[in-house]
């Protein structure tokens, strides 16, 4: 749930700075982007390059010095950030937010900023009781910001008690909960249509032309996105698995049928994700009668079948569009092709050949295109959690749609 979420982690000058430099790590290992700024104490006991080798960005120490002269670097910090994190934070740097100081790149920075801001305090077990911390804390708590108490235990000074920084482990999972609860509230009251399962194309009333899906990713993602909160439509093609609770089910057989149920709740819909694997053809003719064999060969005309994810794409205005591509081969040129093709907003593509991957397995390898031009390659994973991570991506699509029109 942290995958992609912009961290500013800012540091103030305790010994538990060292904790800090593992939580810079445990994040970027979480898939966060960290950006650091250290205070001028933070630097006496870590180097800022500790830092930017755990990061992977360029730290930030100094309010003049602005690497960058496109931007004022504390502003374009503060925009930047998902969430502001303060780890350790002194009582010094808590009395100085308090007070709307701002006399350092940190508490600049903290002035600028709407993100969601959190604290952690590390000091000494007397310190963090005496009553003016407590009071600078109780006025933090009113601008509305987050604590990450800090644990009890043995303290750099040599006092046992509250006053030691959280785990840097404990501290990430904090993190991941608050970013899963914000998507999940995201996508309440949103509609949600997944399509699902094979279509089947009549010849006759015992035969008919289809294929391998059995269904399970799709019916994975509407049940993601229904425990995600999103009321769910899944439009599924003949399969053999049961509905998840909760996800209005619509049953179709052909394409024609899927093109039409998926219209009808298009306009409706904020996110459509197109799992189904379509048939591309049907027999021109579908006969009353079981055609009875003859001699020799025998031979079935086809055309073409709608293609419902082109003419989603054609129709498309708030949607976020989403669509698979199951290929053999070359598969970034063929689903690059097809996000342009299908005016698609992201394209799920999967090489059905792969041991562990397509249809009828438990599990997926899926690589994620999407028309940022971001390629995004998740490893072979449970079918379940490909459906989180792609609800995940989905969910930031459709708030990056809803804050600047496009995705
Ligand atoms: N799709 C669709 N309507 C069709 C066929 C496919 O909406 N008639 C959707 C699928 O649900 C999937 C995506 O399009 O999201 C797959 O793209 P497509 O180009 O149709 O893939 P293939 O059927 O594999 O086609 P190709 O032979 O071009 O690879």
């Given at each position: ?6 961290i ?12 800090a ?23 006496k ?19 003049f010095?602005?690497?960058?002269p ?10 930047w ?5 303060i ?18 790149m ?5 002035l ?10 590390a ?15 109780s ?15 043995y303290l ?44 089947r ?6 035969r ?12 994975a ?5 229904k ?52 048939a ?45 591509a ?18 698609a ?42 459906a ?14 809803d ?5």
């Open positions: 749930m942290i995958n992609d979420k912009k500013l982690l800012c540091v103030t000058g305790g010994i538990a700075v060292y904790k430099a593992a939580l810079t790590s445990k994040l970027v290992q979480a898939g966060a982007k960290v950006k650091v700024i250290l205070s001028e104490s933070a630097e006991f870590v180097t800022p390059l500790t830092f930017q080798a755990l990061s992977r960005n360029e730290v930030f120490t100094d309010t010095d602005e690497k960058n496109h931007v004022i670097a504390h502003i374009d910090l503060a925009d950030a998902d969430l502001i994190l780890a350790p934070a002194t009582a010094n740097t808590i009395a100085k937010i308090a007070a709307g100081i701002a006399d350092n940190i508490t600049t920075t903290l600028a900023a709407t993100a969601p801001v959190w604290i952690a305090p000091m000494n077990v007397h310190m963090y009781d005496h009553p003016a911390v407590k009071k600078n804390l006025i933090l708590a009113e601008y509305g910001y987050q604590f990450i108490e800090p644990s009890e235990g750099a000074c040599g006092y046992v008690g509250r006053g030691r920084l959280e785990e840097p482990e404990k501290i990430v999972e904090l993190i991941q909960r608050f970013f899963a609860k914000d998507e999940r509230r995201y996508l309440k009251g949103k509609t949600v249509v997944v399509t699902a399962g094979p279509t194309e009549k010849i006759d009333p015992v008919f032309i289809s294929n391998l899906s059995t269904g399970k990713m799709g019916f993602i509407a049940e993601e996105a425990k995600q909160g999103a009321d769910v439509i899944l439009i599924s093609g003949p399969v053999q698995i049961a509905a998840p609770a909760g996800v209005e089910l619509v049953k179709v057989e052909t394409a024609d049928e899927m093109y039409n149920a998926v219209l009808k709740y298009y306009e409706s819909a904020d996110i459509v994700i197109k799992t189904a694997a379509v591309d053809y049907r027999p021109k003719v579908t006969y009353d009668q079981k055609v009875k064999k003859q001699e020799g060969d025998a031979k079935i005309d086809l055309e073409r079948t709608k293609d419902i994810l082109f003419e989603l794409g054609q129709r498309k205005k708030n949607q976020v569009l989403v669509g698979f199951a290929e053999t081969e070359n598969l970034q040129e063929y689903a690059r092709k097809k996000l342009t093709k299908k005016n907003d992201m394209i799920v593509a999967n090489n059905v050949k792969a041991s562990g991957a397509g249809f009828g397995t438990n599990t997926n390898i899926v690589t994620l295109f999407k028309r940022s031009g971001e390629v995004t390659e998740l490893p072979l994973m449970s079918k379940a959690d490909v989180e991570k792609i609800i995940e991506e989905v969910t930031s699509l459709l708030k990056d749609m804050q600047n029109g496009n995705c």
